[in-house]
């Protein structure tokens, strides 16, 4: 079996077990040319960006995914998120709009799906200004700090409903007129159609509340409609929510979600299934596996004659076809991997799978959503970059020269910068101090629950490594001196960022460092210098590593607390869908968290912390403490070659540069996207730091936001 699996990929021939992967799969009138379907999801790039989005979207029909989805789509004013960049289709200008996104797919040969979307009670119309729609009043989760308003939505009138129906129709019509092939009634994800779902929230004494046949009517009905106005010609596909639903007992049948698709059954053209809530639909790989919604969706198909899509993170082919034969899913639902590797079904057609450039589950695209900006990948740094600046993921500009690149450091930086050269044309060597490529993934990729990340480096030493204009050297710390005499023309330093052991006041100043042998950095950790007894990791960086040394260093069995200034424990990764199962897991390894506190002083058996607010201070016996705070470009070589300029033109040396955490320390993220515009904009100047600026699409002239 592994012999034949070397062939296949020596040969560059699609494994025969992939094939099931390529067939065609009629949805209602449509048909989808394959099983790869890129189900709805964010872009953030909203109609203020109407090229930026279209190119994004045909970049995926182009490698290869056969449905090609929006985001949620507003369907009316009442529907207003803001300040989040959502998506609209209130009038003609925003039809011209989505019509650029369509053209674009159909060219690929790819449908155009349109996720037509309704927020209910849980958007704010903080720009409309109209009182949200809400079956009974109750806002979305309103203890969830990210939904946090000080507006409850209205309790809609039986007009209210027929409005709203009216509003899926009329957005429906449009979304023709645009161009797509298949059109959404969402009902998921606290938004309108799934309130009306949960008793909890659906209180209505009327026809449309009551037993869950009632609390069905409302999405019935939108159903309905929307095939009346267009189902002849498009397919109406159902995306819904089924996590709660399904551990809901029901008199009729195994669960409520049982009952429910019972009851509307082959009346959606294609069933799009999901889990309830971001953390969990969207579940970072830290918290959840591969295919991690197939309990809670399993069941959908024995219960419809309907196509079922439905996602779980899926970039192994093996498990995509296990999918399709085991009867749980028609369709493979992608919407993170779509984003790492757009031409991730063109790749298992032309058998090269392992060229696949896996998500690695961080959400970093999610953490761009909720940063209000368009969608940003740690895997793929020329995501939505497509038109802005002309950056294809599989293609390259040829070399500009034949100047030889020297990289110094082979982290996510480096190994990017020399990938993306290499792919080019140039002829590059890279030199690592470590034996162990990968940078400061060696170690955090081995931490609880971030094995997945490793593909950052795993994906471009894999490709690197194959390639005859690459050299790779580990074990070899490179000085200013050697690389003089390196008879390179580039140098690019990637040497990555150091953690410090300096501490902040509450005033966000400085205030120098904390010494001793009792404290520690992520980097002594790395080296395998842990710490002692009872162990207190004060983290103000409040991304992912402080909470992850925390659970790590509980495992050992350290007595371990964990204190921030933050509100939360990692209370950045709120933006990554990870923040509450950070709780969970200290909590599980008995990690007391402590928030709103300062370090104040520390001596090994005493230390004080002190509230930000108040400034009442606490005792704690504490022997060791790792500060995870600030990073510090490690950049001592760069500045020994600058301050070594005179010789660089005798030297053969045409520039130095540095990029990744070596320039501005920060996330994977950054890390990729300064090697990959270093690798980029090599010899192409006038490309550095520019893009295009796009514009809204405006043919008609200003007038009423709501136009039916
Ligand atoms: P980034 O995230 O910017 O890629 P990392 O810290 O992950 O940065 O990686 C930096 C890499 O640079 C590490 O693998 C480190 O071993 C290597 N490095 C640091 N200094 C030198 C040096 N003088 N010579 C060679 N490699 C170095
Ligand atoms: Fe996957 Fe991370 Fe890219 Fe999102 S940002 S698609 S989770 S690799």
Request: glycine share 8%; hydrophobic share 40%; with cysteine.
């Amino acid at each position: 079996m592994l012999c034949l699996t070397a062939l296949w990929l020596n040969t560059k021939i699609m494994n025969p077990n992939y094939a099931i992967l390529f067939e065609p799969v009629p949805i209602g009138p449509v048909i989808a040319p394959n099983r790869f379907y890129q189900v709805p999801h964010a872009s953030g790039m909203t109609e203020s960006n109407p090229r930026v989005r279209a190119a994004f979207r045909a970049t995926k029909a182009e490698g290869g995914w056969g449905v090609v989805s929006t985001g949620a789509v507003s369907t009316h004013p009442s529907c207003d998120d803001s300040p989040l960049p959502f998506a609209r289709l209130w009038d003609e200008n925003d039809i011209r709009s989505h019509a650029l996104a369509t053209e674009a797919i159909h060219a690929h040969g790819a449908l155009a799906a349109i996720e037509l979307w309704h927020g209910g009670g849980a958007v704010m119309n903080r720009t409309s200004r109209i009182a949200p729609y809400s079956p009974s009043g109750i806002p979305w989760s309103a203890t969830h700090v990210g939904f946090m308003g000080q507006l409850k939505p209205r309790i809609m009138t039986g007009d209210d409903i027929q409005d709203v129906i009216r509003w899926q129709v009329a957005a429906a019509v449009r979304a023709r007129r645009a161009g797509y092939d298949v059109i959404y009634v969402y009902a998921g994800m606290g938004y309108l159609g799934y309130e009306f779902l949960l008793p909890e929230y659906n209180l209505r004494t009327d026809a449309y509340g009551g037993s869950l046949e009632n609390r069905t009517r409302f999405v019935k009905e939108l159903i309905e409609s929307t095939k009346e106005a267009v189902g002849d010609t498009c397919a109406v596909a159902l995306r819904i929510s089924l996590e709660e639903l399904r551990a809901r007992p029901s008199e009729n049948n195994e669960s409520e979600a049982h009952e429910l698709v019972s009851l509307l059954s082959d009346l959606p053209d294609l069933w799009d299934v999901k889990m309830d809530s971001s953390p969990t639909d969207c579940g970072a790989s830290r918290f959840r596996a591969e295919g991690s919604h197939e309990p809670v969706i399993d069941f959908v198909k024995k219960l419809t004659t309907r196509p079922v899509v439905g996602v779980g993170r899926f970039t192994s082919p093996d498990t995509m076809v296990s999918q399709v034969k085991r009867g749980i899913l028609d369709l493979i639902g992608g919407a993170r991997p779509s984003i790492a590797d757009p031409f991730l079904p063109a790749k298992i057609k032309a058998g090269k799978e392992n060229e696949i450039r896996e998500c690695i589950g961080c959400n970093i695209c999610i953490a761009s959503w909720h940063d209000g900006v368009p969608v940003r990948c740690t895997q793929n740094a020329t995501v939505g970059e497509e038109w802005r600046k002309n950056w294809h993921p599989e293609k390259f500009p040829r070399l500009g020269s034949d100047d030889k690149i020297l990289i110094v450091g082979a982290g996510p930086a480096g190994l990017e910068a020399g990938l993306i050269a290499a792919k080019r044309g140039y002829q590059v060597t890279i030199a690592d101090a470590e034996k162990t490529l990968g940078g400061r993934l060696v170690f955090e990729s081995s931490l609880p629950g971030l094995s997945e990340w490793g593909r950052v480096a795993d994906y471009r030493l894999y490709a690197l490594q194959a390639m005859v204009n690459v050299e790779i050297y580990p074990d070899n710390r490179l000085n200013a001196e050697e690389i003089l005499e390196l008879e390179q023309e580039r140098i690019v330093i990637a040497t990555g960022a150091s953690w410090t052991n300096m501490l902040y006041s509450s005033l966000e100043i400085p205030l120098g460092s904390l010494d001793g042998e009792a404290v520690f950095t992520p980097d002594d950790l790395s080296k395998g210098n842990l710490p002692n007894g009872r162990v207190l990791v004060y983290d103000f960086d409040n991304y992912y590593l402080g909470g992850v040394l925390a659970e790590f260093l509980a495992r050992k069995g350290l007595d371990v607390s964990y204190a921030t200034p933050a509100g939360h424990a990692s209370a950045w990764t709120i933006m990554t869908n990870e923040q509450p199962f950070v709780h969970q897991v200290l909590h599980e390894h008995n990690v007391g968290i402590l928030t709103s506190m300062l370090l104040k002083t520390f001596q090994p058996g005493a230390l004080v912390l002190e509230n930000i607010f108040t400034g009442a201070t606490q005792n704690l016996e504490i022997d060791s403490v790792v500060i995870v705070g600030q990073r510090m470009p490690r950049d001592e070589l760069f500045h020994a070659l600058l301050a070594r300029k005179d010789e660089f033109s005798d030297a053969g040396i045409k520039s130095v540069d540095r990029i990744g955490d070596c320039l501005a320390p920060g996330a994977l993220v950054h890390a990729v996207y300064s090697g990959h515009e270093y690798g980029r904009q090599l010899d192409e100047p006038e490309l550095s730091e520019t893009y295009l600026r796009d514009i809204p699409i405006a043919d008609i002239d200003p007038g009423p936001a709501i136009s039916n």
